[in-house]
C-alpha cells in the first residue's frame, strides 16, 4: 500500500536540469495509478471478517466517558480470528482496550460476546458524541468495526440558569428542568423521569447540603420528576439551613434500558441565608462532617446506616452504587426522618 507514497513523490520531484525524461514515466505513473485504484476496490468490496455490534455501555456517570462496552462478535470466516479491539471517536482511534472476557480466538463461524474496558481516561469516548469499536485482526490483515453508538442525544437545561441574589431561608424557588436534543431543540416527550442532585463543594471537600427539593426529605439526593407535555420537570427548592457556601444542583436523564446517567444539566449555583442562624453555623462547621442534627443515610433495602455510596456520584445520581452491609443496588439515596436512638 505504498503506490500512493510512490505517486505522490514522483509528482512533487523535479528533474535534475540537463536530464531528459523517460518516455516510460507517464506509463509507469497510469500503471501505479490503476494498481492503487484496483487494491482500494478490492479491499472496499472485501466482506469483514468479523461482524460487531455494541449490546451494552456502562458509563462513568458524571464524568460521561464510557469506560466498558459489550459486543457481539461473529466469526465469518472458516478460520480462527483473534481480535484487538479499539475505539474510534471522530477522527481518533484509541489505544488498544482491554478484554474483561470473551474468548482470546474466535473460532470458525462462531459468535460470542466480549466486554471490553478502556485502559485509561484518555481512551473513553464521551457518551456526547458517537463513536465506533473497532476489531483489528493480523490473519486475515483486517479491521472489522461495529456500526456508530451514540450514547445520548438529549440533555437537560435548567431554567434560570443562574440566581445571583442570596435566597431568603424557607423561601422557595421554582427550577424548570427541560429536556433538549443535540440542537438545543426542546424536545415535547411526557412522562421522562428527571433527577435533580445537590451538593456542597467546599474548600475542604464535599460537604452534604440540606435542600428540600419537592416533597423529598431533607437533603435527599437525588430527586425524581416526570415532564409533562412539553418535555419540562419542576422542581420547587427550599432550605432551611444557610452558610458561607452555596448549594450546588444538577439534572440528569438516566438511560431506562442500560441505566446509566446521561445529559447532565449546567450545575445552578444556589446561595441560601448568609450565616444567618446558629443553626448554619453549626451545619457548616468542620470540613467533610455531617451537620450534628442530620442522621446518616441509610440503605432503603436493609435499613443499614454505614456510608455506602460514593459523595462524588451523589449529586446528581447513586446509580451503580451498592450497600456494603446487603450488597443491594441502589437507584436513590434515602434517610431515616429521625436520629438513630431517638
Excluded at 67 to 91: I, K
Excluded at 276 to 289: D, E
Aim: glycine share 8%; aromatic share 8%.
Amino acid at each position: 500500500m505504498l503506490v500512493p507514497a510512490a505517486l505522490a513523490a514522483a509528482a512533487t520531484t523535479s528533474r535534475p536540469s540537463g536530464m531528459r525524461a523517460s518516455r516510460w514515466g507517464p506509463w509507469v505513473a497510469a500503471g501505479g495509478a490503476c494498481a492503487t485504484g484496483i487494491a482500494v476496490a478490492v479491499a472496499l468490496a472485501a466482506p469483514s471478517p468479523l461482524s460487531l455490534s455494541i449490546e451494552s455501555v456502562h458509563t462513568t456517570g458524571q464524568l460521561a466517558t464510557v469506560e466498558q462496552v459489550t459486543l457481539s462478535v461473529t466469526n465469518n470466516t472458516g478460520g480462527g480470528v483473534r481480535p484487538s479491539f479499539t475505539a474510534e471517536n471522530g477522527t481518533t482511534i484509541t489505544a488498544f482496550w482491554q478484554r474483561e472476557s470473551g474468548p482470546a480466538v474466535l473460532g470458525p463461524h462462531q459468535q460470542a460476546s466480549y466486554t471490553i474496558v478502556a485502559p485509561s481516561y484518555f481512551a473513553m469516548p464521551s457518551i456526547q458524541s458517537a463513536f465506533q469499536i473497532l476489531a483489528f485482526a493480523s490473519d486475515p490483515a483486517s479491521v472489522s468495526r461495529t456500526t456508530t453508538y451514540l450514547a445520548s442525544t438529549w440533555r437537560v437545561t435548567l431554567q434560570p440558569d443562574a440566581i445571583n441574589q442570596i435566597v431568603r431561608l424557607g423561601q422557595q424557588i421554582l427550577v424548570q428542568a427541560s429536556i433538549v436534543n443535540r440542537l438545543d431543540q426542546p424536545v415535547e416527550a411526557a412522562g421522562v423521569p428527571v433527577y435533580l442532585g445537590q451538593i456542597i463543594y467546599a474548600q475542604q471537600g464535599l460537604q452534604y447540603s440540606e435542600a428540600y427539593i419537592n416533597n423529598g426529605l431533607e437533603g435527599q439526593t437525588p430527586v425524581e420528576a416526570l415532564t409533562d407535555k412539553e418535555g419540562v420537570a419542576t422542581f420547587k427548592i427550599r432550605s432551611p439551613v444557610g452558610g458561607s457556601n452555596p448549594i450546588y444542583f444538577e439534572a440528569n436523564l438516566v438511560n431506562p434500558a442500560y441505566f446509566y446517567p446521561y445529559g447532565y444539566s449546567p450545575i445552578l449555583t444556589v446561595r441560601f441565608g448568609l450565616w444567618a442562624t446558629s443553626r448554619s453555623r453549626s451545619a457548616n462547621s468542620g470540613a467533610g462532617r455531617r451537620p450534628r442534627h442530620q442522621p446518616p443515610c441509610c440503605c432503603a433495602a436493609c435499613g443499614g446506616s454505614a456510608t455506602f455510596y460514593s459523595v462524588y456520584s451523589s449529586l446528581a445520581s447513586s446509580f451503580g452504587q451498592r450497600c456494603c452491609t446487603c450488597t443491594s443496588p441502589l437507584l436513590r439515596i434515602t434517610r431515616p426522618t429521625t436520629s438513630p436512638g431517638s
